[in-house]
């Protein structure tokens, strides 16, 4: 049980993104906003960095860096390109695509299988992350522009099934929020630099600088530091295809704010959700066994 309300915190939480996001291009160019977030994210573990720098496991370095920048650091990134020409609830929707990731990357670099129903219910999720990927634009078209713009997402969603996966695989030993503390922290350097080079300080002193920074510091703390920390400790009580179900939830939440901001949506949009939901049913009772 307390995995299922994990699960749906994380799902509110990550779903309430998108139109973070949207809401903060308004004052900050793409850089300007994954820079900020993940400086911001960063800055919030130093403290705990440095309290248990003794307690760290230096020689699992290179995971905590793949976590740090698979997880965060290019998906950040990646998102805030994509937002600048896909709206909240296709954002949303598109996430979707991550349990796919998370069960083939399991099986070709993890050492993972996973039954049939668990196959099924991931297709199933799959294609009707498809069908609103094709057909959920705001004229039901999908051109050339989107189709660039949705890749951005898909590769997104590429390295957060790789990450999940290092996580459950190689620090599963490890406490969540020990891990979120470290592989933010790595990331701290990568946020100054962008910060710099961006020259952050002049879209803040312009008008609705402070406001945008407002929506990036909810994004950071809730989207990113609280929802990360969940997000590991889930991988370790469950595993990485479980915790991966969370983004067959968040197009819900996605589109639930696409509503109230006004954007198209479809029955297009009813039916892709409705294959999800059928998805989440059928890998709820899904067990990883190794090989």
Wanted: aromatic share 12%; glycine share 8%.
């Amino acid at each position: 049980m307390r995995s299922w309300l994990i699960l749906v915190l994380l799902a509110v939480v990550w779903g309430s993104s998108y139109i973070l996001m949207k809401r903060a291009l308004v004052a900050f160019e793409p850089m300007e906003l994954a820079g900020l977030r993940i400086l911001i994210s960063s800055t919030f573990f130093l403290p705990f960095f440095l309290k248990d720098l003794k307690k760290i496991k230096w020689g699992n370095w290179k995971y905590y860096l793949i976590v740090g920048l698979l997880g965060s650091g290019f998906p950040a990134v990646l998102f805030a390109f994509a937002q600048t020409q896909l709206n909240s609830s296709l954002t949303g929707i598109l996430s979707s695509l991550t349990p796919l990731f998370t069960l083939v990357t399991g099986v070709l670099f993890f050492s993972t299988t996973v039954n049939r129903n668990q196959i099924a219910g991931v297709a199933l999720g799959l294609s009707g992350a498809i069908l609103l990927m094709l057909l959920g634009g705001e004229k039901n078209t999908f051109d050339l522009q989107t189709l660039f713009f949705t890749s951005l997402v898909v590769f997104a969603c590429l390295f957060y099934a790789l990450s999940s996966n290092t996580v459950g695989t190689n620090l599963s030993n490890e406490k969540s929020f020990h891990i979120s503390t470290v592989a933010f922290t790595f990331l701290l350097p990568l946020g100054i630099t962008i910060l710099l080079k961006e020259q952050i300080w002049i879209p803040l002193s312009a008008s609705g600088g402070l406001k945008g920074l407002g929506y990036v510091t909810i994004l950071s703390l809730g989207g990113t530091v609280a929802a990360s920390v969940l997000f590991f400790h889930l991988v370790q009580i469950r595993d990485a295809i479980f915790a991966s179900m969370v983004s067959y939830l968040i197009p819900i939440v996605a589109l639930t704010w696409g509503i109230l901001d006004g954007e198209t949506i479809s029955a297009i949009h009813g039916v892709g959700m409705f294959l999800i939901l059928i998805g989440v049913f059928l890998t709820r009772k899904k067990k990883i066994k190794k090989l």
